[in-house]
C-alpha cells in the first residue's frame, strides 16, 4: 500500500486525507507502510481511533505541530486491535495528547503501551474511579501530588454500584470475585491506584467506612493514573495539577453512567 493509498483510507472517516496530513505532519509518511498488512477490521478500528482524535483537538488542528512516528506506530500496532469504545477512546485521546510543536515529546508511546497492557475491564474501571474521584472531590483543596494528601481521596465503591458500572453480564456475575482481582491487581500493577486498598463484605467495609451498607471496594488514586485520565481525554500537554478545579470539566460518555452511590470516605467516617 503506497503513501497516498494509506492516506485516503483513514482520510474517509475523516472527510479527506488533507485532515490526516494536518493531524500527524511529516509523520504522515508513515502511514502507506503501516497500513499495508493490516485486515479490514483493523483499518476500521484505526479510522475511529483518527476520528476520536480528530474530534478531541477541535480548533487545535490548525495550529502548527506534529505527531512523532513513535507515537504513531503504538495506534498502528496496539490501537488496531482496539474494538472496545473506550479502548478506542484512550487511544484516541493519547493521539490528540501527542500532537505538539516539541518534534521529540513522545510521551504518547508510554501511554499507547500502558492503554495496551491493560484489559477492558481494568480500563473501564479506571475511567469509572477518576470519573468518581472528580465527581466526589471536585473543587476541594487538596494537593494529591502529596501522598499523605492523596490519602484523604478514599472511595467507598458498593458491590451493587460496581457491577452496574462494569455492565456485567449474568456469566461474568458467575464468576464475580475473579473479575475484581483481576481489576485490582492490574490497576495496582499498573501504579493507577495506590497501594492502600480494600475489598470484602461489609463488615469489612465498616472497619474503614462506618456508613458502609454492603460489601464493595475502598480505593484512592494515584499520580499516574490521573495523568492516563488527561491524556485519555486529549489533554496531555496540560497539567493534571488542575483535575479539580471546579471549572474543569470531563464529559462522560453516554455509554457510562457513573453511579452517585459511590462516594467519598470523609475524615469523621475514615476508620
Do not use: C
Request: aromatic share 12%; net charge negative; charged share 25%.
Amino acid at each position: 500500500m503506497d503513501l497516498g493509498t494509506g492516506l485516503t483510507i483513514l482520510g474517509t472517516a475523516l472527510g479527506g486525507k488533507d485532515i490526516i496530513v494536518k493531524m500527524l505532519g511529516p509523520t504522515s509518511e508513515y502511514i502507506g507502510e503501516g497500513l499495508k498488512d493490516f485486515a479490514e477490521k483493523r483499518v476500521n478500528n484505526v479510522k475511529e481511533i483518527f476520528k476520536n482524535a480528530n474530534g478531541k483537538l477541535g480548533d487545535k488542528i490548525n495550529s502548527d505541530g506534529s505527531i512523532p512516528p513513535k507515537v504513531l506506530q503504538g495506534t498502528l500496532n496496539e490501537g488496531s486491535y482496539a474494538s472496545d469504545f473506550l479502548s478506542v477512546d484512550y487511544f484516541g485521546g493519547v493521539l490528540a495528547s501527542s500532537r505538539s510543536g516539541i518534534s521529540r515529546d513522545d510521551r504518547g508511546a508510554f501511554f499507547n503501551a500502558l492503554i495496551s497492557r491493560l484489559s477492558t475491564y481494568q480500563l473501564r474501571m479506571h475511567y469509572v474511579f477518576y470519573h468518581a474521584i472528580k465527581n466526589s472531590f471536585n473543587g476541594e483543596d487538596i494537593n494529591w501530588g502529596i501522598d499523605s494528601e492523596r490519602g484523604k481521596m478514599k472511595l467507598y465503591i458498593p458491590t451493587s454500584s460496581f457491577i452496574k458500572v462494569m455492565d456485567f453480564d449474568q456469566n461474568e456475575l458467575n464468576n464475580l470475585t475473579v473479575y475484581l482481582d483481576h481489576i485490582v491487581n492490574g490497576l495496582l500493577r499498573e501504579q493507577l491506584v495506590d497501594t492502600f486498598f480494600q475489598y470484602g463484605s461489609v463488615e469489612h467495609m465498616r472497619k474503614h467506612f462506618k456508613e458502609a451498607e454492603e460489601s464493595g471496594i475502598i480505593l484512592q488514586p494515584n499520580r499516574l493514573g490521573f495523568e492516563l485520565f488527561y491524556w485519555a481525554y486529549g489533554m496531555g500537554q496540560e497539567s493534571s495539577k488542575t483535575f479539580l478545579d471546579k471549572d474543569k470539566v470531563f464529559e462522560v460518555d453516554d455509554k457510562i453512567k457513573i453511579d452517585n452511590r459511590i462516594r467519598k470516605i470523609t475524615g469523621a467516617n475514615n476508620v
